[in-house]
């Protein structure tokens, strides 16, 4: 099955599947992106697929709904598009005592699933929000790829999202530091803290 273009339908016996690209531009944010896209279609599909434009899934990846109908949550196995980015979430990661991970950036949602939630959400982590509200997730023996971009700027634009993240979700401190020291992304910690101190005063 060739990759399908945003909003394209995939048919597969009963499953009806929306698929999403998310492409924005600041002030707009990647989950008001994905909300206004999806959140008014939830009653005409039962399933929706995003794929970030930097990752490359296999053709499998749009049948899986149809393999697991009962799922909320189906997820590949995301691995980093570069060498140095995978020889560093292997040493980084393999500490970890949970091996799911959930990644945004390749995922598919059952419709069902956001409906009892209120629809896609626009939590700061919105995968990581409704990764905590599911109960049914499915991570599949199967590879995506992250064709992340290198660089500085990058780095610490996700280290402060992730930072901003975890205060908005009041994650204890201890877990947020222990985040911070073994995978070296300090910028992680100090917005946390700094959004935590925000939201007291």
Do not use: C
């Not at 970890?96 to 991970?101: E, G, K, P, Q, V």
């Not at 997730?137 to 590879?143: A, F, S, T």
Request: charged residues 25%.
């Amino acid at each position: 099955m060739p990759l399908l273009r945003t909003n394209d339908t995939v048919r597969v016996s009963n499953v009806r599947s929306l698929q999403i690209t998310p492409d924005y531009r600041p002030p707009e944010t990647y989950q008001g992106d994905v909300a206004k896209r999806v959140n008014p279609h939830l009653d005409e599909y039962t399933h929706v697929i995003i794929v970030d434009k930097d990752m490359e899934v296999p053709d499998d990846f749009f049948h899986l709904p149809e393999r697991y109908p009962d799922a909320e949550i189906i997820t590949p196995k995301v691995i980093p598009g570069t060498p140095i980015y995978r020889a560093w979430e292997t040493l980084t990661y393999g500490i970890r005592l949970s091996r799911m991970r959930l990644r945004g950036s390749a995922v598919i949602y059952s419709t069902g699933f956001l409906r009892s939630v209120g629809g896609y959400p626009l939590a700061e982590s919105p995968d990581t929000w409704l990764f905590k509200r599911a109960k049914k997730i499915v991570q599949v023996p199967m590879k995506a790829y992250h064709k992340e971009n290198l660089s500085v700027r990058h780095s610490i634009q996700t280290q402060i999202r992730s930072g901003k993240a975890r205060a908005e979700m009041n994650e204890p401190v201890s877990r947020v530091v222990a985040h911070s020291l073994f995978r070296l992304r300090p910028v992680v910690l100090i917005t946390y803290l700094l959004y935590r101190r925000r939201a007291r005063k």
